[in-house]
């Protein structure tokens, strides 16, 4: 009897383990949530706008997976770490989220992988720059999708040392994003012969950079390097416009540059600028007929942080559909096994350390005469393929990687 | 090469002309400052907001009715100033005479307002502003490149602050002012119409704001969220300087530009801590600030 009642019970358990691992949806409802700064320095190139991306991306899925609801919740990160932890423990231990989508400063990013390695959902990281994300801060949670400061370095800093801008100055924003960019460019300037005469590192946010600017000059160096992002970037190139560094014959590099700032600081400011970007809106019919379709949504063109938005959740409602269950690992497991084709990537593939690797492009902002209208910003210059633009697995330092 | 700390001279010279400019900026909005909390004692925390609205206005009046520069440089100080008055006359007037919290926690809410339906509007990556043509290019100077802008910056700043200054401090209705706000009652009872002077000075307070905002436009990243960061440096100069003290707000706005400048030369890591380090040392010798009267 004993022996029949435990047969029992573990035939019970198996099955049910059986359907947990294979397993239908959980609650017959995929969750997301979106966590993104909604209102401050981040806003515009992720912001309210990549809610609608996302939303755009549910709506062309169909708006329900395998018969099952799709929900979605938003919160601003307010660029928090510990703000963004809490809500997203709220998300997973109450709202049942299953997958995370937006993720913009690094630092919240890192902080909120955490939560979701320890509960096991899944988080999909659109905005943020740290390559540490899928480096030394990788989990077997998370995906990174769009750029990171890795591919930023090789595609700007090499192109500028190759053109004949030998010595660099940085101008780097204190604190982890800009510290990971700096490490970045410098070990890419020096591979490629050049070298870095000289950097300061400002105070984030800074807004007036004339003290820099004029030390900048006074150094001497070809090229003068921008290490920060957002408000910081676009005020440092106003100066740089103001005091006339490229007059007087010094290289501007940003980079990292979003096409909301480019379009913030105008092609009169900006022409000429040289930048890494994993997409640009008007590259081929595809982007063109997505971008129409956001800016019909939005009024704005969308960022390259948007165009990931979409083409990430697509490519993980298509795997939930596929894998026929919205489990964490399960679910990741598909979207690796699956090259991604769409209107922002051309085979692109997640890697095991979470790294999504695609091709990048170099681009250049077109002059006052070339530009045709107000967001006709970009002129591709090169199209830097997936495995010379991200860190190699042999260089990689996450534990997911085994060399 | 003549060398100060392994600074050139020359870089350095550059350094202190740039300090000097900033300073004037921050002596233009402490001065607003000092005004409003010296006269009508009211903790003004709208100030960053109405600076930004001034520069915010001076792009969306080019934008949208073509409004120049100089037009703008009188039409938006004025359109911030009534809506100044507008603030004072439906909102703050209801809490005179409270405690200061309470006209700070006002202006902190109408700033946060006023911040967050802008960036509903108009976003966060910054308005783009053309510099004038005339203001276009600069001076090479032996140490440095000077932008003409920054030069008429320095000028135009100076002459505002001196004449503010002399407007309260040496003439009748300075005096006036000053004594309304002194002995309401009395002042009323020798026919000045004292509420109508206590609008009009908040007016005319946040009004600086709005041209320090108009001057910034060309210059900087107009956004929704610059008055922010400059409001709290502003109120440190404003402290460094002594609450209220008209003419101490404007020397401690130049010298702290100064210092700042420097920091950013020579440890650019301390730069947005120095001043409010100064203010520290300052309040710990002299509660009262440095022009301050003895309380």
Redesign the interface.
């Known amino acids: 009897m004993t022996m029949t009642k435990k047969l029992l019970t573990s035939a019970v358990a198996s099955a049910l383990m059986v359907s947990g691992a294979q397993a239908a949806i959980s609650d017959n409802t995929v969750k997301i949530g979106y966590l993104a700064d909604m209102?401050?320095?981040?806003?515009?190139?992720a912001g309210p706008n990549g809610l609608k991306a996302l939303q755009m991306a549910i709506k062309d899925f169909g708006g329900t997976v395998n018969g099952a609801k799709i929900e979605v919740l938003s919160a601003d990160d307010r660029n928090n770490p510990d703000a963004s932890s809490s809500t997203v423990r709220r998300w997973v231990e109450n709202d049942k989220v299953d997958m995370v989508a937006g993720l913009v400063a690094s630092s919240v990013t890192i902080a909120v992988s955490k939560i979701l390695e320890e509960n096991d959902r899944l988080g999909i990281v659109s905005g943020s720059a740290a390559s540490s994300i899928t480096n030394e801060h990788c989990t077997p949670n998370h995906i990174h999708y769009v750029y990171d400061t890795y591919p930023l370095a090789n595609g700007t800093a090499s192109a500028v040392v190759k053109e004949g801008g030998k010595s660099w100055y940085l101008m780097t924003a204190?604190y982890a994003f800009g510290h990971a960019l700096e490490a970045d460019v410098t070990r890419v300037v020096e591979a490629n012969g050049g070298e870095i005469v000289g950097s300061?590192?400002?105070?984030f946010?800074?807004?007036?950079f004339?003290?820099?600017v004029?030390?900048a000059?006074?150094s001497g160096a070809d090229v003068v390097g921008l290490a920060n992002a957002?408000?910081d970037t676009?005020?440092a190139i106003?100066?740089a416009s103001?005091?006339?560094v490229t007059q007087?014959g010094q290289t501007l590099a940003a980079l990292l540059l979003f096409l909301?700032?480019v379009?913030?600081?105008?092609v009169?400011?900006a022409q000429g600028i040289q930048l890494t970007t994993g997409w640009y809106w008007d590259m081929n019919d595809a982007t063109r007929e997505w971008s129409d379709r956001f800016m019909k949504e939005t009024g704005v063109r969308p960022t390259m942080v948007h165009a990931g938005i979409y083409s990430s959740t697509l490519h993980y409602l298509n795997a939930v559909a596929a894998a026929g269950s919205d489990d964490a690992q399960t679910v990741r497991k598909q979207m690796m096994d699956t090259p991604i084709n769409d209107m922002f990537a051309t085979n692109g593939r997640i890697r095991e350390d979470g790294r999504m690797v695609h091709d990048m492009y170099l681009a250049e902002v077109k002059t006052p005469a070339e530009s045709k209208n107000e967001w006709d910003l970009y002129k591709i210059l090169r199209t830097i393929p997936a495995d010379e633009a991200y860190r190699p697995l042999s260089e990689s330092k996450c534990k997911l990687v085994t060399n | 090469m003549t060398m100060i700390f392994g600074v050139p001279l020359a870089v350095l010279s550059g350094q202190l002309l740039i300090g000097f400019i900033n300073g004037a900026f921050y002596a233009l909005l402490s001065l607003g400052l000092a005004i409003i909390f010296g006269l009508l004692k009211i903790i003004n925390f709208a100030h960053g907001a109405m600076y930004m609205l001034g520069a915010l206005l001076t792009v969306v009046m080019f934008n949208t009715l073509g409004v120049n520069y100089w037009v703008a440089l009188f039409m938006a100080p004025l359109l911030v100033g009534v809506f100044g008055v507008l603030i004072e006359y439906f909102l703050l007037r209801r809490i005179a005479g409270q405690d200061h919290i309470y006209s700070l926690l006002l202006t902190f809410g109408v700033a946060l307002i006023i911040q967050g339906v802008l960036t509903n509007i108009y976003g966060v990556s910054g308005l783009r502003y053309a510099m004038p043509d005339m203001f276009k290019g600069g001076i090479k100077l032996d140490f440095m490149f000077l932008p003409y802008y920054r030069a008429w910056v320095i000028v135009v700043a100076l002459l505002v602050c001196f004449g503010t200054w002399f407007m309260i401090e040496k003439t009748k209705l300075g005096a006036y002012l000053r004594a309304g706000t002194e002995d309401s009652q009395l002042m009323q009872g020798f026919g000045i119409n004292v509420p109508l002077l206590v609008s009009l000075t908040y007016g005319f307070g946040v009004a600086l704001a709005a041209f320090a905002g108009v001057l910034a436009a060309p210059i900087y990243s107009v956004t929704p969220g610059m008055g922010a960061n400059t409001l709290i440096v502003v109120f440190a100069v404003v402290v460094i300087g002594g609450m209220g003290s008209i003419g101490g707000a404007i020397i401690t706005g130049i010298m702290m530009g100064v210092i700042e400048g420097l920091t950013k030369t020579f440890y650019p890591p301390a730069s947005s801590a120095v001043i409010f380090l100064v203010m520290v040392v300052v309040l710990m010798f002299r509660p009262s600030g440095l022009f301050g009267k003895e309380a």
Do not use: C, I
Not at chain 1, 200 to 203: A, C, L
């Open positions: 209102s401050g320095t981040y806003r515009d190139l204190d300061v590192r400002h105070p946010p800074t807004q007036d004339s003290s820099f004029l030390q000059q006074a957002g408000s676009t005020n106003t100066t103001e005091f006339g007087a909301t700032d379009h913030a600081l105008g009169d400011t």
